[in-house]
């Protein structure tokens, strides 16, 4: 007993434990042997396994009042407030000391008061003022920290109160409070389900089965679940591989297989937007985009992605505010500034030359399609076409423009440089840069683009 007090004083729980295991086993009646047990358990934060231990001391030794005094504060704190008021006045009538009468006193006089909450908390549930009873809750739990049934109680009155990240403070301690906890579980998983967060529903309903295969309410939810889960993790991946148009019919199936849950639809709409307009979807990516912001006016995400789509359908002066908004609640994100400046080169430049238009292509066509469309309107503007002198000075302008055009949307850097807003040809974004038009027709070195008689010019097409 003496090393097992040595071991305690010097904060050697584990051998101590042990030590007093073996006085316990050694001499079942020894109740001073289970009251250093109990000790330790409690230093250890085990309330669970000293409250047995406490209780044989007083079942061998009635009249240890200290020990009688620490089980009462233990039932206390699990909210068995008659067990606790029992103990706290058999202390009193035996003879205990000025300290030990004292705190028992105390605690006597808080037992009373927290039976007259629990009831009062009670009859404010009862009457589903709700709110009302969670505040009374709040002052019982205050000290009854073990209290399963008002951890319960408060529980739900968080949960029909909206409270849901409340709910789930209880019901998270509810698990670990009360042995095959498999409502706490329960709940937990549809709350985050409700919450649109599928992993941790999936994570909790899965507790539950642990302890219950064959828990009815939990195998259901699991199997709805599951389906999301897989669903959303699907879509995820088919994003990543950059297939936005398989990803978004996944998405679809998402909000078929839950279209209760406004959560689930507008993470998937969100998603969707995504999709959309990295696959360059831009009117489509608007419209899902507009659709998610009238309810979460606030997704930053969602702006940058609706910004995006905004660009690619050349509505600049949009996209710049949609860009605006999300800086306003992401002030350090890098992404946002990159794309306002690039919306405000791009709106500059659209008023000024725009070479996708000067050839009257999209700003996702191809080499190919740029060179034939080349092509057809070198042909059609060369100078050569044109006897009034007005005509063929429009003319050799508007064919200069063109094949400018063909040069910078031909060469994947100059091209590059442009679709950032930059003009390549541009002598003020380009200043030192020699480029071959600079300067009108002179520019052109090794042909004349205006030779004898109709379509005699010599064009590199490649």
């Not at 008002?150 to 909206?162: K, P, Y």
């Amino acid at each position: 007993m003496e090393m097992g007090k040595k071991l305690l004083a010097a904060g050697q729980l584990a051998d101590a434990l042990s030590h007093f295991h073996a006085a316990v086993d050694g001499d079942p009646k020894n109740y001073l042997a289970y009251y250093r047990r109990a000790t330790v358990f409690l230093a250890m934060g085990k309330s669970k396994s000293a409250l047995p231990d406490l209780s044989r001391v007083i079942e061998l030794k009635p009249d240890f009042t200290s020990a009688r005094l620490q089980r009462g504060n233990l039932l206390l704190k699990q909210g068995k407030l008659d067990e606790a008021e029992s103990d706290f006045k058999k202390v009193l009538k035996s003879k205990p000391s000025h300290k030990e009468e004292k705190d028992a006193t105390s605690q006597l006089a808080k037992s009373d008061e927290l039976q007259r909450l629990v009831a009062q908390a009670r009859r404010s549930y009862g009457s589903k003022d709700y709110m009302t009873a969670a505040a009374q809750l709040d002052a019982v739990i205050e000290t009854c920290i073990w209290d399963v049934a008002s951890r319960e109680m408060r529980a739900d009155c968080f949960i029909q109160m909206g409270e849901m990240e409340k709910a789930i403070g209880d019901l998270k301690a509810l698990s670990k409070l009360k042995n095959d906890n498999t409502q706490a579980f329960y709940k937990l998983s549809t709350i985050y389900y409700n919450l649109g967060d599928h992993e941790m529903s999936l994570n909790e309903v899965r507790e539950c089965l642990k302890l219950d295969p064959d828990h009815k309410q939990c195998f259901s939810h699991y199997k709805q679940v599951k389906k999301l889960n897989k669903q959303i993790l699907s879509a995820e991946e088919l994003i990543r591989e950059q297939r936005y148009e398989d990803a978004v019919s996944k998405y679809e199936d998402v909000m078929k297989t839950e279209p209760n849950v406004p959560q689930f639809s507008l993470l998937a709409k969100e998603r969707i937007c995504h999709a959309l307009s990295q696959a360059q979807q831009a009117s489509r990516a608007v419209s899902v985009c507009s659709e998610v912001l009238q309810s979460d006016p606030e997704n930053v995400n969602v702006l940058k992605d609706r910004a995006e789509a905004y660009v690619q359908d050349e509505q600049y002066e949009n996209a710049m505010k949609d860009y605006e908004t999300a800086a306003k609640h992401s002030e350090n994100d890098h992404q946002i500034k990159e794309g306002l400046e690039r919306a405000q080169r791009l709106l500059k430049q659209s008023q000024r030359r725009d070479y996708y238009k000067i050839l009257g292509v999209k700003r996702t066509a191809q080499k190919k399609e740029i060179i034939r469309a080349y092509r057809k309107l070198a042909q059609q503007w060369h100078p050569d076409n044109f006897q009034d002198p007005e005509e063929k000075k429009k003319a050799e302008k508007k064919f200069i423009d063109i094949a400018q055009a063909k040069e910078v949307l031909t060469d994947p850097e100059m091209r590059t440089k442009f679709d950032h807003g930059e003009d390549p040809m541009d002598p003020e974004s380009q200043q030192g840069h020699h480029h071959p038009f600079h300067g009108g027709f002179h520019g052109f070195q090794g042909f004349n683009p205006f030779g004898s008689g109709p379509f005699n010019f010599k064009f590199n097409f490649n």
